[in-house]
């Protein structure tokens, strides 16, 4: 089977969201938009490291940066967070049609078979 | 900041989905109970590649095993996915409400000045 862009960007994103820290910066932009120095401030580590962990929501396009001002301020694209929350409501979408089916079919049976 | 349970639980469960293969894992089992041999069949990797995925997905607790049956069908645990769900929405929201606010602010600014 080929991997499809769509496959290559729900790898990106759910590996995004996969640390911590990543899951903490995107909670605290979803409350406006932040240098990578007010980033940094709560978190025991380099500038350098908040750095890497913003670069890897860029890549999966969660995270934009300004381009005018000179601390470039990072920004939430929620947009981007649907492909995620699509393929998830999508699986349990087809199991709780399946689990419909079942009972509807349990009850048909009871019904043709009365104890 | 101390790690939780919670936070162990979605690094396990995004990290599981950042796979291909155990997505498509998730989408099969969606529609129903299979043997790892029956979810082995689609693909070009050996009986033991496609167990160590199934494992992944056990540990972050969407996946469970038959007990009792000698092939041990593999079932998804929708509920586990709703973890991810709930954290993906919780930041959505908080942009919305933000986004909200925001448009507010603007419309009272436009109301006290008009132009």
């Known amino acids: 089977?080929?991997?499809?862009?769509?496959?290559?960007?729900?790898?990106?994103?759910?590996?995004?969201?996969?640390?911590?820290t990543r899951r903490d910066i995107v909670n605290r932009l979803s409350?406006?938009?932040?240098?990578?120095?007010?980033?940094?401030?709560?978190?025991?580590m380099s500038?350098?490291?908040v750095s890497q962990h913003i670069q890897?929501?860029?890549r999966c396009g969660l995270v934009?940066?300004?381009?005018?001002?000179?601390?470039?301020?990072c920004r939430l694209e929620p947009a981007a967070l649907e492909a995620a929350v699509s393929?998830?409501?999508?699986?349990?979408?087809?199991?709780?049609?399946?689990?419909?089916r079942l009972e509807g079919h349990l009850q048909r049976l009871q019904e043709e078979n009365p104890t």
């Open 1 to 20: 089977m080929a991997t499809t862009v769509d496959d290559e960007r729900l790898d990106a994103m759910f590996a995004a969201l996969a640390d911590r």
């Open 56 to 58: 890897v929501l860029e």
């Open 47 to 49: 500038l350098q490291a």
């Open 87 to 100: 393929w998830i409501e999508a699986s349990r979408r087809a199991w709780t049609e399946r689990m419909d």
């Open 31 to 44: 409350r406006g938009e932040a240098t990578v120095t007010e980033l940094a401030a709560p978190y025991a």
């Open 64 to 73: 934009s940066r300004g381009r005018h001002r000179q601390s470039r301020p």
